[in-house]
């Protein structure tokens, strides 16, 4: 390899992917490629641009533009991505935000965590 | 969200995926499914265990366990997931590994680069 | 490069650091010196080594094996560091953890949360 | 803690520090405080922000102001560090790069796997 593929590399960087993400993603009700377009979105934010559009996105993925529109638009519906609007200077801006799957994560997490304090309190009960 | 739970999310750690392969891994002839199942053992390997059971993996993902099996199987096949066995004092050991998807995206990233130096050049002479 | 060096690279994996620590870590009274402890910690932790020595942490840094002994010492009675030890079968193990940090970190983040709120609250009642 | 906070934990992300950084530092001639600087400049440019300022790094650091431009002086004086200049529509755009650590780095990997194919074919010759 040459180092100029190597600094590329090193230079294009990561993305941080939160271990328990991928363990409850399916309890979330999240397919694997459902979860992959949602982390092709967030790779994108991290660089900078708020709002990649179908195109974009399939020019990344095995679907379609449209398959990639309508599982952008399942993913707004099932309430794991949001889409912010607000005008500033006769511009319309548009960003997508995951901020509602890591509620979701949340709320998932904090109901696991209950459970296991209910089935620990019934065996002290016991 | 309790102390505790909090307390999990950050020990419990992040799997990094370099971008490059988010931009890639279609190139390499791979699927979203068959992309989770990589992250999916490397994230097993990078907790210890080398060799996660198709049972193990179906637990996290949408697949069953005959369907992870095949997968596992196919990614073996594709050359894109290696299984290394060795007998140490009349134990057999089998790891995975992901070494062989690194070198295909290595190989990958090198012949992007030819192609785009055989552009410039062909524009320089013109 | 060769080939065999970059599947190193590959290989070996990433420490991720929460941005939000590196924000906070002078605000929790910590040095860069005590920081980069913590994580050379972290990372042994990561790789399944739980009870790093001084030698071996020094030699990965500009201390002297006497100097990160008194630093993991100091970052003990300062409340950053823990060492956990228990026995099992007649065996002492002994595992250090980073938990008292995120605890520490949290409290810090929750206070900067209540100042905010105090001061937007302040200047709605203006 | 408040799920204000969390999110903004969660939103914030991480930085992926390579372990090889973390091992070879020192042999590239880097101190800790020097090594903290440069994630720190690393952690802007992630952000978008390119050109981090002296003041803006001692907000975040246990150094002054002037001890911060005399660090990043001394990074780019030894190479690890580069400040790239270019003018737009009359415009001055200045860019840190972390480009010459990680050719640093790649230099230093390079010499390593050398030295290691000499022993072994020293031994092999023995």
Chains 1, 2, 3, 4 share one sequence.
């Not at 294009?12 to 991928?22: E, V």
Request: glycine fraction near 6%; include cysteine.
């Amino acid at each position: 390899m040459s180092d100029k593929m190597l600094l590329k590399w090193m230079k294009q960087g990561h993305l941080s992917i939160p271990k328990l993400l991928l363990q409850y993603y399916t309890d979330l009700g999240l397919t694997e490629v459902e979860l992959m377009t949602l982390l092709h979105i967030q790779s994108f934010i991290d660089e900078g641009d708020y709002f990649p559009t179908p195109e974009l996105l399939s020019e990344r993925m095995t679907l379609s533009k449209e398959e990639c529109s309508n599982t952008m638009g399942l993913l707004i519906k099932k309430g794991f991505l949001s889409l912010d609007k607000h005008w500033d200077n006769g511009i319309l801006y548009e960003n997508y935000s995951l901020e509602p799957l890591w509620l979701k994560l949340m709320e998932e997490l904090n109901q696991e965590d209950q459970k296991q304090q209910e089935k620990s309190n019934a065996q002290i009960e016991g």
